[in-house]
Nanobody, 119 residues
Framework: QVQLVESGGGLAQAGGSLRLSCAASGRIFSVNVMGWYRQAPGKQRELVSTITSGGYITYADSVKGRFTISRDNAPNTRLLQMNNLKPDDTAVYYC?????????????WGQGTQVTVSS
């Protein structure tokens, strides 16, 4: 079993910044990818940013140039720095981890953290 603990969400004004953190623990074996997805009210969950074990990074077009994903010094911890926030960034942000364990591939989601951007 893998646990994902998210932190750093909250309220920001447009143009402001927030930083999300996601720490994975438990029976972690080969991690292939970690990152964030988000879901706004009435919308489908969408990719925000991911980073693979090899360092390949993906960003949604809507956040390119504003959000930065990185590895923290703590083991299996990833950070998402969100700058120049916009009201459209308001959503629940979910941390995601995908990897390969003894029993095959695994995927886990965090509990979600609310990000609200006011205009």
């Amino acid at each position: 079993q893998v646990q994902l603990v998210e932190s750093g969400g909250g309220l920001a004004q447009a143009g402001g910044s927030l930083r999300l953190s996601c720490a994975a623990s438990g029976r972690i074996f080969s991690v292939n990818v970690m990152g964030w997805y988000r879901q706004a009210p009435g919308k489908q969950r969408e990719l925000v940013s991911t980073i693979t074990s090899g360092g390949y990074i993906t960003y949604a077009d809507s956040v390119k140039g504003r959000f930065t994903i990185s590895r923290d010094n703590a083991p299996n911890t990833r950070l998402l720095q969100m700058n120049n926030l916009k009201p459209d960034d308001t959503a629940v942000y979910y941390c995601y981890i995908g990897g390969t364990g003894l029993d095959g591939d695994y995927n886990y989601w965090g509990q979600g953290t609310q990000v609200t951007v006011s205009s």
